[in-house]
């Protein structure tokens, strides 16, 4: 069978933070796709504000690097920038279905992270080749031939007889900030003895197939992602399986439904580095753009219009996580948004499922709420940032678990959570997360001071759980966690041994009442900031809500006086991030968000409403 040996297809793939993106970086520029002295941002590849606010990849993306190949000709690597952290796992099975091999990065200090199984997990499942490359050797707490072992162990432990010669796979030790990558294993927390990237190109070429292709083939092209243009509307990112491609061409195009219908493609475009190049055909293996489909839709596929052969639709994990979003039903609604209305809502949820395989939208009892299903905690506050930067008001419901109902019993997701902590605090978070009903799975102590410990616990368990981790920890934890599929109900728990303090009319907040407060609890407001009846202000240390006057103002009288001191003494508010704000929830709480401001509310505003609310509970 005919071979592309100028081509390779490959996906970078690793745990949050351990230089994915960074590695990008350094084989763009050491493959000459930037001028000298050019003027280009670190994480070139992270171009969406988000993910460069919070240093993660969202997104998965493609570019494409030309290289000088042994024998001295210029091939193409595609590569696929896929994200780290499990809340985006559609991403990575996106990214994996259109690649030959995949390179898995370690950190040289961290070693396999519950992301690092997660991603590994899902390459395994596809049996493609793999080239691990231990990043980072020149960390100063680098241990780069115990990680090496805890990666075998990690493969040990996801392998099936079936993949077996998976393990022989090839080590690079690399520093990706450096751009240096050497296939000899350096001292710890010393540089590769390389000067440049070139044994990780080699190794590449060597290791990964190069697509294979039968002459004459019917033309099967895969759509893997959706991107748009301002020039071109729609563009469909396809792996082409079979056949080639033209400009102008009609194809068959296989919805998801099992329809077919011919239609003509207005442009066809390749990535070379960063930009999207117009071409006149594309063949096997070749990773390309095309426009004039309105409505493309990820899983699809274009074939011959005379012998359509549609490939399977990508499949991707269910969803363990929902959350309402509705309307802003505030009586400071319509401040600051622009899009307010049910059907500005509905339109933009069902333009985020265009794009994303991993979202559910369902319908609620209310015409203006839906339920939003997702893969975890961040990725639907993602979403809601993204959407509060778009200028809509929404409501936020309290984030829960998608259970399953398995051989007639109730089932809920359970995450398999690696913390890594002082050993001071072992105590203190084993006790969390027996609270939680976690169960330990290991513990290892590397005799430098830090502990690692594996807890499998419910998802619910870990919804609010960040927070109070780190104040437990004093903010020196560490805490990641990955999906570990669906047990039996572990029964009810509580996880916030805290209430709320609530703000029991409309005005705005003086420092006076905030000065007879503050001994109540934690205060989430500052003097001049506008409250309604309803809204939480605070959190009480009781676990018992408390009604409460933030607006009360100091009577007047004839006797001059002075505030400053009463200023001095004002404890300065706690101010929560939009995730965080979520974590606090409780079961009768949501989020107001807006663009200008996130608020934590009562999901009944009304004292009376949530009088009658908790005594019908109780009567159930």
């Known amino acids: 069978m005919p071979i592309r040996q100028d081509l390779r297809n490959v996906a970078i793939v690793a745990h949050v933070d351990h230089g994915k993106t960074t590695l990008v970086d350094a084989m763009l520029w050491q493959s000459g796709a930037f001028r000298e002295g050019s003027d280009v941002n670190n994480r070139v590849m992270d171009s969406m504000d988000l993910e460069r606010e919070k240093g993660i990849t969202i997104l998965a993306k493609n570019t494409a690097v030309k290289h000088i190949r042994p024998d001295g000709t210029t091939g193409t690597i595609n590569i696929i920038d896929t994200p780290g952290h499990a809340d985006f796992g559609g991403e990575v099975e996106r990214g994996l279905e259109m690649v030959d091999g995949v390179v898995l990065l370690v950190d040289a200090s961290e070693g396999p992270l519950p992301q690092t199984r997660f991603v590994l997990r ?68 010393e540089m590769p003895d390389s000067e440049n990237l070139e044994p990780l190109f080699r190794t590449i070429y060597d290791h990964i197939p190069a697509p294979t292709y039968e002459e004459g083939a019917t033309l099967q092209a895969h759509v893997t992602n959706l991107d748009a243009s301002p020039y071109l509307g729609r563009l469909a990112l396809c792996r082409i399986v ?176 690696t913390v890594d902590i002082p050993e001071e605090f072992v105590g203190v978070v084993t006790q969390l997360m027996g609270l939680r009903r976690g169960t330990m799975a290991q513990m290892v102590n590397h005799g430098t001071g830090w502990v690692r410990m594996e807890f499998i616990v419910p998802a619910r368990g870990l919804i609010g759980f960040r927070t109070e981790f780190l104040t437990e920890t004093r903010g020196t934890g560490i805490m990641n966690h990955v999906s570990e599929g669906y047990a039996p109900w572990a029964g009810d728990f509580r996880t916030r041994p805290t209430g709320s303090l609530v703000a029991d009319r409309t005005g705005v907040v003086t420092s006076f009442a905030l000065f007879n407060l503050q001994a ?101």
């Open 122 to 189: 899902k390459a395994l499942a596809k049996k493609l080749p793999i080239i691990v490359v231990v990043n980072k050797v020149d960390r100063p707490d680098a241990r780069i031939s115990a990680v090496v072992e805890e990666t075998y162990d990690l493969f040990m432990d996801l392998l099936d007889d079936d993949n077996a010669d998976v393990l022989d796979f090839p080590i690079i030790y690399a520093s990706a900030k450096a751009g240096r990558a050497s296939l000899t294993q350096p001292a710890d927390g």
């Open 242 to 417: 079979a056949g080639e491609i033209h400009r102008g061409q009609v194809v068959a195009w296989c919805k998801a439904d099992g329809t077919v219908s011919n239609v003509k493609l207005s442009e066809l475009v390749i990535t070379e580095a960063l930009d999207r190049v117009p071409a006149e055909k594309a063949g096997p293996g070749d990773i390309v753009a095309i426009a004039g489909i309105s409505d493309i839709m990820i899983g699809e596929t274009l074939s011959d219009p005379e012998n359509p052969k549609p490939l399977p639709l990508i499949h991707v994990d269910q969803p363990s996580i929902s959350m309402t979003i509705g309307i802003n039903t505030s009586p400071l609604a319509g401040k600051s948004g622009k899009n307010l209305t049910a059907r500005l809502l509905k339109a933009r949820l069902d333009q985020e499922l265009v794009g994303n395989v991993s979202i559910r939208v369902l319908p609620t009892e209310r015409p203006d709420t839906w339920e939003v299903q997702g893969r975890g905690e961040l990725q639907l506050a993602i979403l809601v940032e993204m959407m509060r930067r778009e200028s809509f008001e929404l409501t936020v419901g309290k984030p829960v678990v998608v259970t399953r109902t398995i051989d007639g019993k109730l089932h809920e997701p359970v995450e398999r959570l």
């Open 520 to 620: 109540r609890g934690t205060m989430f407001v500052s003097p001049g900031d506008e409250v309604y009846e309803g809204m939480i202000v605070g959190e009480n240390p009781r676990a018992e809500d408390m009604d409460i006057n933030p607006t009360k103002e100091k009577k007047l009288n004839n006797i001059r006086s002075s505030t400053g001191e009463e200023l001095e003494r004002l404890i300065p508010a706690k101010k929560l991030s939009m995730e965080q704000q979520l974590e606090f929830c409780g079961g009768d709480e949501c989020l107001e968000v807006t663009p200008a401001v996130v608020r934590i509310r009562k999901v009944h505003l009304s004292a009376n409403d949530r009088a009658k609310a908790r005594r019908g509970l109780k009567n159930q």
